[in-house]
């Protein structure tokens, strides 16, 4: 089968098209013939080893699993002799950051790993797209415990966290401020957001709501930056762990003293996540944002576009055209 190979941690150009054997799935995995995957921030973190820590997953000195993707959507090809909850034929998608696969044409996958039917009506490339950025959102909205009627900014609005985290926030009844450029402002009201402040033109700072959570979903902010804007119990949290690690300290000595607090939440995503998510698409609340669109053959280009980190949402990389 054809894959996207990365034998060595690197720029893009070290992720390679080559032919390599397809797998074979375990009694308890199923076999999915990708349709589309995407590329994200989250391959690109693995791909580069740029933040060591990622070595811990992916291997100390070369990858132990050399096919990158980790969201997929497809058809299942194969079922192990004991999968009871698939059948062949079955169009799936899901989420899979420790062994991947989605840039092949075949991967397998335990049939209890994050991986579930695809929504009603769903495209692969929007199926591709629904659980990377998405299940981060979760993860850190989950931390805050979010209630109805709060208000939460979410800085950088635009990204594939963002843009999940506006739509799951309105969901859980939030009163969300949006930070975004001015070509997206209208792109995220569409989204949901009750507020949108265009960075281009105002500064985030001087707005005069209190919010009980802040959520820089692009990690371009700080927690000194943000703190006068947090309720008294006000939560910050950033995907990114800040100016010398800033975050992860702030995170461990925070929760001591009463407050405003950073959390550092550890991500991690289950079966039952995506099927939450599949049902939220379903009842037409939650859509990933699509920006661009590559095949195989592009592959070092679409990490290029990713890593300028001005995506809009996600980027699809298409595996059967
Ligand atoms: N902790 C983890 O495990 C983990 C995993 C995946 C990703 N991440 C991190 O999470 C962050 C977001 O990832 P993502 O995939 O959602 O992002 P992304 O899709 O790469 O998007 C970044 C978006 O943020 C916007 N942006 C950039 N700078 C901005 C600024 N100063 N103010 C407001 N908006 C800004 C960009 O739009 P414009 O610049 O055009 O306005 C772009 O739309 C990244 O920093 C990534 O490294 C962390």
Redesign the pocket.
């Known amino acids: 089968m054809r894959a996207i190979v990365y034998s060595k941690y690197g720029p893009p150009e070290v992720a390679k098209l080559a032919e390599v054997p397809k797998p074979l799935p375990k009694d308890y995995e199923v076999l999915v013939k990708v349709y589309s995957s995407t590329v ?3 391959d ?2 693995f791909r580069s080893a740029e933040y060591f820590i990622s070595r811990f997953w992916t291997g100390f000195l070369k990858p132990k699993h050399q096919i990158l993707g980790c969201e997929f959507a497809g058809i299942i090809e194969e079922i192990g002799q004991s999968v009871k909850t698939f059948n062949k034929g079955d169009k799936v998608f899901g989420f899979n950051d420790k062994t991947c696969g989605g840039h092949g044409e075949y991967l397998t996958i335990a049939e209890t790993a994050a991986i579930t039917t695809m929504p009603t009506g769903c495209s692969f490339n929007e199926a591709a797209a629904i659980s ?2 998405a299940h ?1 959102a979760l993860v850190d909205i989950r931390a805050a415990k979010v209630e109805r009627g709060q208000n939460v900014l979410v ?10 985290a506006v739509q799951l926030l309105k969901h859980f009844g939030a009163l969300v401020t949006a ?3 001015t ?2 402002v209208e792109l995220i009201k569409s989204l949901g957001a009750d507020t949108v402040i265009d ?2 033109t105002q500064d985030f700072t001087k707005t005069e709501i209190k919010f009980e959570f802040i959520f820089d ?5 700080s927690f000194r930056q943000c703190k006068p804007l947090l309720t008294e119990k006000g939560i910050y949290i950033s ?2 762990l800040g100016k010398n690690n800033e975050n992860i300290l702030f995170a461990l000595i925070t929760p001591f003293f009463r407050g405003k607090k950073l959390l550092f939440p550890i ?1 991690s995503i289950t079966k039952q996540d995506v099927i939450f998510l599949k049902e939220l698409v379903q009842q037409g609340k939650y859509k990933p944002v699509i ?1 661009r669109q590559y095949n195989l053959v592009q592959i070092v280009e679409a990490y290029k576009y ?1 890593e ?7 980027v699809v990389l298409k595996i059967v055209e």
Not at 308 to 314: F, P, R
């Open positions: 994200n921030r989250t690109s973190g990377e950025g981060y800085y950088g609005a635009t990204g594939a966290i963002g843009s999940a930070v975004c450029n070509n997206n960075y281009q979903a692009v990690g371009k902010s995907t990114e991500p920006d990713v300028l980190g001005q995506k809009t949402g996600n």
